[in-house]
């Protein structure tokens, strides 16, 4: 079975690396069909604002997409063609060439574009041309598309419902996490209590939220608390932190993916999302699935997307999004009970191991991918 990975896809952005790794892992041959557009997440934020980069942006496109052509002519044959995150434009160019030899055309949609840079960042008002163009281009690549891929039910109901989709075919697959790169280390050789989190500091991480658990344990001179990451709210955020007179918080501005387990091998506890958005509502975050990995106790606000995976009380500690005064009593609960930690450690990184390795990710994919060729 072979696979043609097309489109201008994050490279090095978890998801494509676990799903590609994920298929070769069970037996399936990927033949890259790649021309890079952005080389990370922040770039492409950028490249959405303003009237000439936009510009910028079309002629960029249009010359990764004559670079794609060349490359699909030497590609040679393949099973299915499937579009890697972030590829919504991509699908367009994708469908055409798929079709032209009727080969089935898969489609990892992962989020919105609508619902990230409208709904969820606010960076783009509802009412605008671009607005109505993300709007559109979320629609028309997943009705391109014989298959879309989304990470939880959820993310599916929205797609249906918001997006008006009834007919598209959508699969639930799994974020997970690159178990060889997160898995669990040594036992700690020192008595300290970090909570850890990580991210883009994006508004459905609910950062704030944990600044302000930070301030009512501050009282609690063993418990510290590590913040990597910067983005969006950096700003806001440091405001929060100055205001509060936070002693217990460190703040790093950055540290490597590769670097990641290092740090997280390094905590008690890790922390997923907290904010109060409706994203929020429906998407478990890569940083929940690392830590089960590494078998850490996970806190993560509480979710119809997280129950569908997570069981509070024996795999992960589930509270209430937005309630600073809930993640400190579920911090605290845990620093008070090192039994409960090891169980939901334990426990989490059992689950981690029955579905969200990268093996397993892969298994799903395959599957669905062969469907699709014993259809043809």
């Keep these: 079975m072979t696979v043609c990975y097309f489109g201008t896809y994050l490279r090095d952005y978890s998801r494509n690396r676990i799903i590609i790794k994920g298929l070769k892992k069970n037996d399936v041959q990927i033949k890259e069909c790649h021309a890079e557009l952005w080389s990370n997440t922040k770039e492409r934020l950028k490249e959405f604002s303003g009237f000439i980069r936009k510009l910028i942006l079309i002629k960029r496109i249009l010359s990764c997409y004559v670079l794609l052509i060349k490359r699909y002519r030497q590609i040679g044959n393949y099973d299915v063609m499937f579009v ?70 959820e993310q599916i109901e929205y797609f249906r419902k918001k997006l008006a989709l009834t007919d598209v075919k959508f699969h639930r697959i799994w974020v997970g996490a690159e178990d060889g790169l997160f898995y669990p280390g040594p036992e700690k050789d020192d008595d300290s209590f970090v909570v850890l989190f990580y991210g883009s500091l994006i508004p459905l991480q609910g950062a704030e939220v944990i600044l302000e658990a930070a301030k009512i344990l501050e009282t609690h001179s063993d418990i510290r608390f590590e913040i990597v990451g910067s983005g969006q709210l950096s700003k806001k955020i440091a405001a929060l932190a100055e205001s509060l007179n936070l002693m217990n918080v460190s703040f790093i501005e950055w540290v490597d993916y590769e670097k990641l387990p290092e740090k997280i091998g390094e905590s008690e506890v890790c922390l997923g999302i907290f904010g109060n958005t409706s994203k929020a509502q429906r998407v478990i975050p890569n940083k929940v699935y690392q830590a089960l990995a590494m078998r850490k106790p996970v806190i993560t606000g509480d979710s119809p997307a997280a129950r569908e995976a997570l069981i509070h009380g024996e795999n992960a500690v589930l509270c209430k999004m937005g309630d600073p005064g809930r993640l400190a009593e579920a911090i605290l609960s845990l620093k008070k009970d090192p039994l409960l930690r090891r169980k939901i450690a334990e426990n989490g990184h059992s689950l981690f191991k029955s579905h969200f390795t990268t093996e397993k990710i892969g298994r799903m994919v395959k599957g669905l991918i062969s469907q699709s060729v014993a259809c043809e």
């Excluded at 890697?84 to 469908?95: E, K, Q």
Aim: with cysteine; charged share 25%.
């Design 84 to 153: 890697g995150y972030t590829g919504h434009f991509d699908t367009f160019l994708a469908r055409f060439l798929a079709g032209l030899r009727r080969r089935p055309l898969f489609f990892d949609a992962f989020v919105s574009l609508y619902d990230t840079f409208v709904d969820d960042r606010q960076l783009v008002s509802s009412r605008s041309l671009l607005g109505r163009v993300l709007r559109w281009v979320d629609r028309k690549s997943c009705m391109l598309a014989d298959k879309v891929l989304l990470d939880t039910n």
